[in-house]
């Protein structure tokens, strides 16, 4: 059984960086896509960055592009979502997720907030402005 398990979230103030981890487990293929959601309170939850496990290519909405990076060490099983410049709309609870139908990267973030097989717990961000 797939697992996906979120590390790094916090307070930070406006302007400053965060670092988000998913250690993943359990994949029984290669060929998967994985990634971040986010959802703000009231809000719906939505696709931020995702990346594929096969060739690495990359999706990013219009409102991290820029500023987040996501990267993924493959031999340790982790994807990484560096947040830069934050701003206090950024403010959510992050998710790591991931697909082996919705196996490109802009297929999971498009489609991933009602369609992703596997979700992590979540973790906290909060931007102070």
């Known amino acids: 059984e797939v697992q996906l398990v979120e590390s790094g979230g916090g307070l930070v103030q406006a302007g400053g960086s965060l670092r988000l981890t998913c250690a993943a487990s359990?994949?029984?293929?290669?060929?998967?896509?994985i990634g971040w959601f986010r959802q703000a309170p009231g809000k719906e939850r939505e696709g931020a960055s995702c990346i594929s496990s096969n060739d690495g290519s990359t999706y990013y909405s219009d409102s991290v592009k820029g500023r987040f990076t996501i990267a993924s060490d493959n031999a340790k099983n982790t994807v990484y979502l560096q947040m830069n410049n934050l701003k206090p709309e950024d403010t959510a609870v992050y998710y790591c997720a991931a697909d082996m139908v919705l196996t490109h990267p802009q297929a999971l973030g498009d489609m991933g907030p009602v369609g992703a097989d596997y979700w992590g717990q979540g973790t906290q961000v909060t931007v102070s402005s």
């Open positions: 359990g994949f029984t293929t290669t060929d998967y896509a």
